[in-house]
Every structure is written in structure tokens, then in C-alpha cells.
């Protein structure tokens, strides 16, 4: 390969000054590792807490929302935008379920971005046993619907979630509220409604989350057993969850189905808002901790390109008077700085990943997480490279320019 | 006309720093090809100083240069350097290698940048330079562990090396003893004579002046005597 004399002069400056060279591209290198580092563990761990949320949270949640009383009706009827209606706003007197719950969940089934779909009845209720009550909240689901969106078996402590299909009146009911009321699996439970009913049932397994609050308070049943526990029939349900195929359209499907049914329909993102708040904040301050590591190696590689140049002025002006050209001198000392910066980055690119895999297996073992959530992503390994180039040429282009702008004639005459 | 190497005319210079004045006062000179010119003078009396001018490194002057018939006064940067890569050849008084280089690529790298040869020609020529000046057993070494005097002959190998129009010294002999300054001159009277190329160069050395063909006094700024 015929390489071109810039070239050439611009690696032997490099391998004349090995130490120098290697300080310079280790900087770089630090910088690229660190920044794929930090973006793998942001990611692992955003990506971690998004699928933690999405454990008791569906993508979309379709619920009734209680409305105020307006005078559209009244104003479509008098037809006159003269006429001023005076009216006194009042909550309406609605049932909470939804008219038609299984037409609507055939309708959303309908929608190929929906993966799964679910209806629920959620309910106020007094656990009691013995003489101690525990105020809580059931949720009527079918169970193996339910299972396939949230994993419930990955969170069973003890029994057997599918018992619910088999035992009448079954109940799963979270480690606090077991604790709290000493009950084991096999063990019966009285379970008051918010209307007076009472129903005793039969604790078929319990279930553990990382969430004190959910495990304190949450029972699974059979969404029939929920339904004559609250006096409804049939078909009374409070909510549909729905879960898609890709959760990052949330907004976008919440809006149709929004439209289509009426009710109102609720995405992660907007139900997660404190957890996009912290994604957001995590984001700032990494980027400012990667920013500052990649500015440092930057100056670096400034600081010793200047030297080079104060060091090798002579030469400089001696290049230039056999007939160099400022454009040529430029080419020499910013070759130097791209190859430092590809050199540091490549290397800082293995170390990134190897730092990477070695602390995706530290072992963390709080609640469901066991090991650090890392991930590898390869966008962020390109992104490394490009910021480290970047970053090598615009600290490289400054000392280049100077070295071009170099007088022989003031240099050799002294 | 057409045998003229270099024409100068009322080259005019002035120093800014400290204070403004006046080192080079309307000088005329014409060079022919061929010809070995000397010029001498006292410290100070600016022929360094038109040395740089003539050979278009230093670009801050009134009057007109022209270099084999083209005029050099007004031109880019660049096109200067593409002048002084191809028909200069510049001997400074210190030899001026790049250290970190071995002698031949120091010989090598004008050759290389005016891009004429091939890298295997360039390396040829370059040490049939070297030969001339019987450094070619230094060649590989690095040019920062030679001799001042072996360092100085590289020095004048690597301004011979694209075999320019005209060669430029400023003082070239001052760091030589006197073998290796009898050297070199015969060299340089051997490049005028020979291969018809052009010398001039600026000196103390009043005996290395009185054997070129022609001698330039120069004091205060002008051209006192001019032997035709």
C-alpha cells in the first residue's frame, strides 16, 4: 500500500514519541470506555425499571372515568348561541364498569399493534382473620390471562396460581397480608366488600413483589368470585388492561382506542410519569459525567499536539521551506490526532465492552434483581467512536492549524 | 532573456520590530543558469535577509521576483511551496534534519512531497546523493546520531535531491572544517558546471567567495560592487 509522505511523517512523529502517544490515546480510551460503560448501565437499568413497572402496570389501561355533568345536550337542543344556559355542575351517578366489556375487548383484539388483553374488577375490601382486619384491594382477573402479561408466577412464594381455576372461591393474597394475618396456603381467609357482602375463601398461594405496598395490600381471585363478592353480574368490569406488541407506541394506540370506546384510556408512560422523571435525570447527569470525561481526554490530546508543535517548530518551518504547504502541515499533526483517537477508541471500545460484561455479573440479589442490569447495545459502542473522533479531531484541528500557520523564515533565522 | 535564473528588481524591505527600518534598499540582481554566485558582506548588511527573499520563504518585500521566468511576487502560499519543492534547493547554515528520521528518508521526503518518483525512484535517488557526499553508509541510521559534518553533507544531499534549478546556501559551509568545505565546493562548482544548476549562496568565507564566479558585496542594504 503506498501510503501518502504526510502520513508517513505523521506516524513516525507518533512512534518517535511512544510515551507520549500512549498517554494521549489512553485519555481517549478511558473517555470511550467510560461513556459505553455509563450508557450500558443507564440503559440495563432504565430497561430494568421499565419492565419492573410493567410487572403490575399494563401498557394501556382502559378504564370509566367519572365525569361532570355538561350542557352539550341541552345547548344542541335550544340551537341558539344566544341563549345563555346557567347550570350547577354535578359528578353523574354512573356505574363504575364499563357497558359492554367483552365487545370491547373483541373490538381491541381487533388491533394488531394489541398483544394481550384482560378484563379486571378491582375492589375495596377488608381482609379479616380472626379478630385483626387488614383494608385492602382485590383484583377479580382470569388468572392465566393475567399470568401472560405479568408474570404473576415468577413472584409465587408458595401454592399454586392456577388452583384459582380449580378451588372455588380461591384467593391469592401478597406476603404482607399473609404475615400480617398469620395465614399459610390452605389456609381460609373472610373477605369483606365495600357494600357489606362477605365471603369466606381459601388462600391457594401467595405472592411476593419487591413492592411493600402491593404486597401489603393486593389479592388475586377469580374475576367471577370478585364479581358476587361486589353484588354485580356477569358483566361488570372496571377495567381492561392491554398489553402491545411494542410498548413505545403506547401513546399512540391509548389515543385510538380512546376514540373507538369512549372510555378512558391510560398509558405507562403517563401512569409512570416519576419513572420517566428519573430516566430523565439519570440521563443528564451521565451525560454531563461522560461529557466532562471526554472533554478531559480532549484537552489532553490538545495539550500534547501543542507540545509536539512547540517542540518540533524547526521542523515544521524546515518542511515548509522544502516546499510543505500550510494544508499539508495541517494533515500531518491532525493525522496524529485521528490516529490517537482511533487507537484510543478501538481499545477503549474492547474495554468498554469487557467492562461492561464484567459487571453485568456482579451479583446484587435485592428483591427480583440478581445481577446489575447491563445492556449491550450496540448503537451505544457507535455513538462511543464517533464522540471519540469527534472529539480528537476538534482538539487535534487547533494545534494543526498553528503548526500551518508557522513562519520558516522567523524560525530558521531565529 | 530566457537564460535568466532569477530576476530581482527593487527589492525593498523593512524590519517592523522594534522599530520601523529599512534593511534592503531597491536591490537588482539578475542570476544565470548556471551560474555559481557568492555574496558577501558584513553582519547585518541584510544578505540573509535577501537570501530568504530570493528563495520565496519570505513573502514580505516591495519589487518583483521572478524564478526562471516566472514571476513569484504575489502568489499563493501554496503555489510558493510548490515552487520551492521543485526548482529550490535550500543548505541552511545548521544542517536542520528531522532526528526522529533516518537520513535517507530525510533526503527521501522532497522527493516524496513533489510526488515525481516512486517511492523505490525516490529511495534511488536519494542515496545516490548521499553517495556524492559519501555519507551512504549513514543512511539508515537515524540523522540525530550523526557528526555535525556528516549531518550538514545530508543536509546538502536532501537540497540536491529533486535536482532544483537553483540551489540556495546560507552559509552552507559554516559548521564544515575545511576538507569537508573543499568538498562540498567542488560539489557545488560540479552541479554549475556539469548539470547547469544555479548557486548562490551567502558567505563569510572570503576564500569559498573568491572561487565562485562572481561575488555580490553587499553593505548597508545595497549592492555595493557588481562584477559583470
Redesign the interface.
Known amino acids: 500500500m503506498k501510503i501518502s509522505v504526510n502520513t508517513e511523517i505523521a506516524l513516525t512523529y507518533l512512534t518517535s514519541r511512544k510515551k507520549q502517544t500512549v498517554v494521549a490515546s489512553l485519555g481517549v480510551m478511558f473517555g470511550i470506555s467510560m461513556f459505553i460503560f455509563m450508557q450500558s448501565l443507564m440503559k440495563g437499568t432504565n430497561d430494568y425499571f421499565e419492565k419492573m413497572s410493567f410487572t403490575n402496570t399494563p401498557h394501556i389501561r382502559l378504564y370509566s372515568e367519572n365525569k361532570v355533568a355538561d350542557n352539550h345536550m341541552l345547548k344542541s337542543y335550544f340551537n341558539d348561541p344566544s341563549e345563555k344556559i346557567l347550570t350547577n355542575p354535578k359528578q353523574l351517578n354512573q356505574s363504575l364498569g364499563l357497558t359492554n366489556p367483552y365487545g370491547i375487548i373483541e373490538q381491541i383484539r381487533r388491533n394488531p399493534e394489541v398483544a394481550n388483553t384482560t378484563p379486571q374488577v378491582t375492589g375495596n375490601v377488608l381482609y379479616t382473620s380472626g379478630s385483626v382486619e387488614l383494608p385492602g384491594n382485590m383484583a377479580g382477573v382470569q388468572i392465566d390471562e393475567e399470568d401472560k402479561m405479568f408474570d404473576v408466577q415468577s413472584n409465587m412464594v408458595s401454592g399454586n396460581l392456577h388452583d384459582l381455576n380449580r378451588v372455588h372461591n380461591s384467593i391469592l393474597i401478597g406476603k404482607g397480608i399473609a404475615d400480617k394475618l398469620s395465614l399459610h396456603t390452605g389456609d381460609n381467609i373472610t373477605v369483606r366488600s365495600g357494600n357489606g357482602n362477605t365471603l369466606m375463601m381459601r388462600v391457594v398461594g401467595i405472592f411476593s413483589t419487591t413492592v411493600k405496598q402491593i404486597d401489603d395490600t393486593k389479592s388475586y381471585a377469580n374475576i367471577s368470585a370478585v364479581q358476587s363478592l361486589m353484588g354485580k353480574d356477569r358483566s361488570y368490569v372496571t377495567e381492561i388492561k392491554i398489553n402491545l406488541v411494542n410498548y413505545m407506541n403506547a401513546s399512540k394506540v391509548a389515543r385510538d382506542i380512546e376514540t373507538i370506546t369512549g372510555y378512558k384510556a391510560e398509558d405507562w408512560i403517563k401512569a409512570n410519569e416519576q419513572l420517566k422523571a428519573a430516566f430523565k435525570i439519570r440521563a443528564i447527569i451521565l451525560n454531563s459525567v461522560i461529557g466532562v470525561l471526554l472533554l478531559v481526554a480532549g484537552f489532553g490530546i490538545y495539550n500534547i499536539l501543542n507540545m509536539t508543535i512547540y517542540e518540533k517548530i524547526k521542523e515544521i518551518a524546515i518542511l515548509k521551506a522544502q516546499g510543505f504547504s500550510g494544508s499539508s502541515v495541517t494533515s500531518i499533526f491532525l493525522q496524529q490526532a485521528i490516529y490517537i483517537g482511533v487507537m484510543g477508541g478501538i481499545v477503549g471500545l474492547i474495554l468498554g465492552f469487557s467492562l461492561t460484561f464484567m459487571v453485568s455479573k456482579i451479583y446484587i440479589g435485592a428483591g427480583t434483581l440478581k445481577y446489575l442490569p447491563m445492556s449491550f447495545y450496540i448503537p451505544h459502542y457507535i455513538q462511543a467512536l464517533c464522540f471519540g473522533i469527534f472529539t480528537t479531531v476538534a482538539a487535534g484541528y487547533f494545534p494543526a492549524r498553528k503548526a500551518s500557520k508557522v513562519d520558516p523564515v522567523t524560525i530558521i533565522r531565529g | 532573456m530566457e537564460n535568466l535564473a532569477l530576476k530581482a528588481s527593487g527589492i525593498t524591505k523593512y524590519f517592523h520590530d522594534p522599530v520601523k527600518m529599512q534593511v534592503l534598499k531597491e536591490i537588482n540582481m539578475e542570476v544565470k543558469k548556471g551560474e555559481f554566485v557568492s555574496i558577501i558582506g558584513k553582519s547585518g548588511c541584510g544578505k ?1 535577509t535577501l537570501l ?1 527573499i530570493l ?1 520565496t ?2 513573502t514580505d518585500y516591495e519589487g518583483t521576483l521572478e524564478i526562471n521566468n516566472v514571476l513569484a511576487t504575489g502568489q499563493s ?2 503555489n510558493l ?6 526548482s ?1 534547493g ?1 543548505v ?1 547554515q545548521f544542517h ?1 534534519l ?1 532526528p ?2 533516518s537520513c535517507l ?1 530525510n533526503v527521501m ?2 522527493a ?3 510526488g515525481k518518483l516512486s ?1 523505490k525512484e525516490a529511495e534511488e535517488t536519494a542515496y545516490e546523493k548521499l553517495k556524492m557526499f559519501g555519507v551512504e553508509d549513514q543512511a539508515l541510521k537515524k540523522a540525530g546520531k550523526l557528526s555535525g559534518g556528516q549531518q550538514q553533507r545530508v543536509a546538502i544531499a ?1 537540497a540536491l535531491v529533486n535536482n532544483p534549478a537553483i540551489i540556495m546556501g546560507d552559509e552552507p559551509t559554516g559548521n564544515l572544517d575545511s576538507k569537508n568545505t573543499g568538498i562540498v565546493f567542488d560539489l557545488f562548482k560540479q552541479l554549475s558546471k556539469e548539470y547547469g544548476q544555479t548557486l548562490i549562496t551567502v558567505t563569510h568565507d572570503e576564500d569559498f567567495a573568491k572561487r565562485s564566479d562572481r561575488t555580490i558585496v553587499m553593505a548597508d542594504g545595497q549592492i555595493i560592487n557588481k562584477p559583470m
Open positions: 540573509s530568504y528563495s520563504m519570505d502560499l501554496n511551496a510548490r515552487i520551492r519543492n521543485e529550490i535550500f541552511f536542520y528531522l526522529d528520521f528518508k521526503i522532497p516524496l512531497r513533489l517511492y536532501r
